[in-house]
């Protein structure tokens, strides 16, 4: 125990046995055990098993989006599996009570309370590890020495954890990010799945597997919700919570992480600066943006912005798009970049929520079907632009630099009755040999010809729901 200690050592085992009470009941707290698991969680614990393998599972992800929970879970699966409960230890290092800790020094903390021997054969938890100084080091030096105790970490500053785990946990860390949720989740998470069901549609001339609405009516209006409110379980299931969406999302995701998290990893000074630039950004997500344009707009220095685009992404607060030409090449110079909120409910947290008829919904549609697709690694996605025309939604194929597909984001059913008017599509699929391409509507599903070139139809709610259905399906099948 470290003799810097001014926190008598009774104490901190008290608080150690308040948080791990499944030593004497034998079960996780009720408030968790009544919540809904996130579907992503039959992909984590998969992980936190495996112990052939000498690593510990990082956990990163956004705040809020559940990862605490996810723990508790995991330990409710490990009890239910037949793991001893006084073999699995929670610790959230950001209570202040452990600051003059080490990991070590709460471990032999644990195993005094319990008087155990030895961590053999032991679940570890530390939820919030970045507020621990030098953690990774800290925790490689564990996993090295307890080659039979498995560790899982979980922390909110998604750009210090993805650094420092890929930096010095090499070989020794399994990063897993948990992401906001994606409209499936959504779905599932309000025991609405009775508004869906399995079908196909009709894509490149064959007919494929599709989840399609049995009341589109009824999906859109849960859309709708979803793109106000959806990207936050708690903020999902509280109708309190959505009524006052600025003190709740504002202060606990977004202000902790302009004015606490990046400030402190990387420095920043003027952080009401970066707070009023993101706060630009969120309004006019889905944009196409310059630096130059950015320049003037914000008052802010073309490196400076570009060194804010950077944080806000590594926090996983925005995502950047960048620009090809007609047939998917980039551009040499950077000039002009599209510019996404990672999900559409920080825009109404910011501002106020969104009507089905309002200028904004366009956008906010566009970015939430990009969020749906950020949950997918190592894709090219990108943008269409040239001289006379824009697709939204480009993917490149990485070996041969060509693309994979386009598709326009629209909330509009106006181009099923008048296809011929998508003609910034048909040039694209002309010039690229495409025969077939996917579009967007409010409530039309359905195949329109063109030339030789079919367009799939799709009302934009089950479009967002379909990607990711098939992403959890794709991610399974890589774990597996």
Known sequence: MSKSSVIPVHKIIERLQFENPWWVTKEIPLVYKEMSKRLYFDLFYPFVKETDIRRAVVLMGPRRVGKTVMM??????????????QRIFFVGIDNPIYVQLSLQDILDLCLESLQLKDLSGTY?????????????????????????????????????????????????????MLPPLTFQEFIHLKDKNHLIAQGQIEYDRNPIPYWLPLSIDELNAEFQKYLNYGGYPEVVLSEKIQSDMGRYVKSDIVD?????????????????????FF????????????????????????????KYLEYLEAAFLIKVLNKVDINAKRL???????????????????????????????NMVETAILSQWMHRENLDLTYSRWKDGEVDLVLVDQQKFKPRWGVEIKWSN???EKPQELSSLIQ??????????????????GVKQIGDINFTFIPASIYAYNIGENTLKMKTKSYL
């Not at 879970?73 to 239910?80: E, F, K, R, V």
């Not at 800290?138 to 090295?144: A, F, G, S």
């Not at 920080?346 to 919904?361: C, G, N, Q, W, Y």
Request: with cysteine; proline share 3%; charged share 25%.
């Open 256 to 276: 902790k992480v302009l004015l606490r998290d990046l400030p402190s990893l990387y420095g920043i000074k003027d952080v009401q600066e970066l707070n009023r």
């Open 124 to 176: 570890i938890f530390f939820d919030e590890i970045q507020y621990l100084k030098d953690w990774e080091r800290h925790l490689k030096v564990l996993v090295d020495t307890y080659p039979d105790t498995k560790f899982i970490v979980s922390g909110s500053a998604a750009a210090a954890l993805k650094w420092h785990s890929t930096e010095s946990g090499a070989g020794r860390f399994t990063d897993f």
């Open 279 to 306: 706060t630009y950004i969120a309004y006019n997500t889905g944009n196409e943006f310059s630096y130059e344009v950015m320049s003037r707009d914000s008052g802010i220095q073309k490196d400076t912005l570009k």
């Open 332 to 362: 040499k110079r950077v000039t002009s970049f599209k510019v996404y909120l990672t999900n559409p409910s920080l825009r109404t947290a910011l501002f106020s929520p969104v009507k089905a008829t309002d200028d904004e919904m366009g």
């Open 72 to 85: 508790f879970h995991t330990i409710d699966q490990l009890i239910n599996d037949g793991v001893n409960p």
């Open 428 to 445: 694209f699929c002309n010039s690229n040999s495409f025969k077939s391409s996917m579009v967007t509507s409010i409530d039309k599903l």
């Open 414 to 416: 106006r181009y099923f």
